[in-house]
Nanobody, 119 residues
Framework: QVQLVESGGGLAQPGGSLRLTCAASGSIFSINAMGWYRQAPGKERELVAAITRGGSTNYADSVKGRFTISRDNAVSTWYLQMNSLKPEDSAAYYC?????????????WGKGTLVAVSS
């Protein structure tokens, strides 16, 4: 089992920055990919950014060039640096960890942290 706790959400002005942190505990050795998802009211949860244990990254087109995902070497903490924030970035942001299980994968989720971008 992996437990995830997000922090760093809050209110930012358009053009501002926030940094989200995800702290993982438990069987972190099993994690092979980490990510951030977001869900705005009335919308489906969507991938924002992901990073593998090896360091490969993937971003949603809407955040490329503005957001950066990173992780520590122990794969116990990962971050989402969000710059040039826009009102449409407002959402609940969820930390995700993925680990292999049998012939498939298992996803672990944090409880979410709210990001509001408004003037």
């Amino acid at each position: 089992q992996v437990q995830l706790v997000e922090s760093g959400g809050g209110l930012a002005q358009p053009g501002g920055s926030l940094r989200l942190t995800c702290a993982a505990s438990g069987s972190i050795f099993s994690i092979n990919a980490m990510g951030w998802y977001r869900q705005a009211p009335g919308k489906e949860r969507e991938l924002v950014a992901a990073i593998t244990r090896g360091g490969s990254t993937n971003y949603a087109d809407s955040v490329k060039g503005r957001f950066t995902i990173s992780r520590d070497n122990a794969v116990s903490t990962w971050y989402l640096q969000m710059n040039s924030l826009k009102p449409e970035d407002s959402a609940a942001y969820y930390c995700n960890a993925r680990a292999p299980r049998g012939n498939g994968v298992v996803d672990y989720w944090g409880k979410g942290t709210l990001v509001a971008v408004s003037s």
